[in-house]
């Protein structure tokens, strides 16, 4: 459970009352894809990766459809960790749930 820890402080720095049972749900989802550094993080900068994580994640797990509303929170994903250039996959996927109000299809 130490994972989880460590990812609760990371999302902190974005807001605060990440609950472990949404840290674990994303951790599940993500599974080996945690395992090799490149992987567990997100790269703003690259279009093919933010558009595998709306096909993906956003439209698989969350339910979203809209292209433009998703892609809209996104961005403001990617602006909400403008300084960090280690963008955890696990605090980003939880940001975007909360953004789009599906952080309830996580649990």
Request: aromatic content about 6%; some cysteine.
């Given at each position: 459970m130490a994972d989880a820890v460590d990812h609760t402080e990371d999302l902190n720095k974005y807001c605060s009352g990440a609950g472990a049972a949404?840290?674990?749900a994303i951790r599940k989802y993500l599974g080996i894809a945690l395992t090799k550094k490149d992987s567990s993080l997100v790269s703003c900068s690259d279009a093919t990766e933010l558009a595998r994580v709306r096909d993906g994640y956003a439209k698989k797990k969350l339910g979203l459809a809209d292209d433009k509303a998703i892609d809209a929170a996104i961005?403001?994903?990617?602006?909400?960790?403008?300084?960090?250039n280690t963008k955890s996959r696990i605090a980003f996927y939880y940001l975007l749930a909360k953004q789009t109000n599906t952080l309830g299809k996580l649990a």
């Amino acid at each position: 459970m130490a994972d989880a820890v460590d990812h609760t402080e990371d999302l902190n720095k974005y807001c605060s009352g990440a609950g472990a049972a949404h840290i674990s749900a994303i951790r599940k989802y993500l599974g080996i894809a945690l395992t090799k550094k490149d992987s567990s993080l997100v790269s703003c900068s690259d279009a093919t990766e933010l558009a595998r994580v709306r096909d993906g994640y956003a439209k698989k797990k969350l339910g979203l459809a809209d292209d433009k509303a998703i892609d809209a929170a996104i961005k403001n994903v990617c602006t909400a960790m403008k300084g960090d250039n280690t963008k955890s996959r696990i605090a980003f996927y939880y940001l975007l749930a909360k953004q789009t109000n599906t952080l309830g299809k996580l649990a």
